[in-house]
């Protein structure tokens, strides 16, 4: 049924009052409703369906949006805005869309993203929530906790562990495809992590609740050493960066981060009981990645790429190793406000 504009506006004016009043409006008929909410609208409402998907077209759902399984535009935002990280894009890309794909997964996804500051980290879990939810990191399903703001203080690990406990298990009871994101993992208190470890585990229900389609995400620079170290010796034997696999550095990785004292995962039972899935590492920057970054941005910022400004501050940033300059120390983090030099914003 097509609806003229007015009758359209009328429809977004009862979805909206549908949004408000939530799922229980579910059993309300439609018309009765509309004439409650609009008065002399109701005319215009004759024939329009409620429907869940309707509600939760504006209201939001805890459902996937459509398409998610597939992974194609997962695939495709992570080609198109990602720089330098061909590991990353494969294994996230076969990771999400394979767990969204299977309806009776055995144990939550647990991806633990490592690599220095700028590489892309954040960047990519914020791309894996919009893949799953329209408002990504916006979205009341997905749930971001940062060590030093959230965490701050070692006199308080207990009382954290309870909290944290207490706030995944409420969130997964409202929503089974939870997502949680933890940031600066390496700054996080040692054992805090732990807390969390018989959700990630392979069990049916806990006290009644299932965390079977969650997904923990972490974030960590620790590890970020031997990812260098590693990326750099394949660059001196002169292969090509993008003939890396994850099995050349995953597993050093893994054991980096576990004897790392510095580290929320030193010792971790985590690792220990091999409960996650993927250490997927985020490789340093070269200077060409650098540059894909700045026209990027200029490009979001509604400006055409000027090849000499691109140049000038790539330039800009500092490279290591000394000798060889090879890798941006910051990755593309200060790219942004190195722009604004050159344009007045």
Known sequence: MRLRRGSRAAAL???LA??????AAQA?????????????AASALTG????PRLYCYFAGCCRERPGAYTGVALQEDLEK???????????IVKAVAGFLNNSKPKKPLTLSLHGWTGTGKNFVSKIVAESVYKEGLHSKYVHQFVSTLHFPHQQNVT?????????????????????????????MHAGLIDSIKPYLDYYETLDGVSYQKAIFIFLSNAGAEKITEVALD???????REDLGLRDVEASVSVSVFNNKNSGFWHSSLIDR????????????????????????????????????????ADEMTYFPKEERIYSDKGCKTVYTKLDFYYDL
């Not at 549908?18 to 799922?23: A, D, I, M, N, R």
């Open 13 to 15: 004016g009862l979805a």
């Open 18 to 23: 549908l949004c408000q009043l939530g799922p």
């Open 28 to 40: 309300v008929e439609p018309i009765s409703l509309g004439l409650a909410l609009a008065g002399a």
């Open 48 to 51: 329009i369906i409620y429907s």
């Open 81 to 91: 805005k990602l720089f330098g990280q061909h590991l990353v894009t494969k294994v």
């Open 159 to 187: 009382q954290y562990k309870d909290q944290l406990q207490q706030w995944i298990r409420g969130n997964v009871s409202n929503c089974a495809r939870s997502i949680f994101i933890f940031d600066e993992m390496d700054k």
């Open 234 to 240: 394949f660059w001196r034997r002169g292969k090509r």
């Open 274 to 313: 091999n409960l996650i899935d993927y250490f997927i590492p985020f490789l340093p920057l070269e200077y060409k990645h650098v540059k894909m970054c700045i026209r990027a941005e200029l490009e979001f910022r509604g400006y055409v790429v000027d090849e000499e400004v691109v140049t000038r501050v």
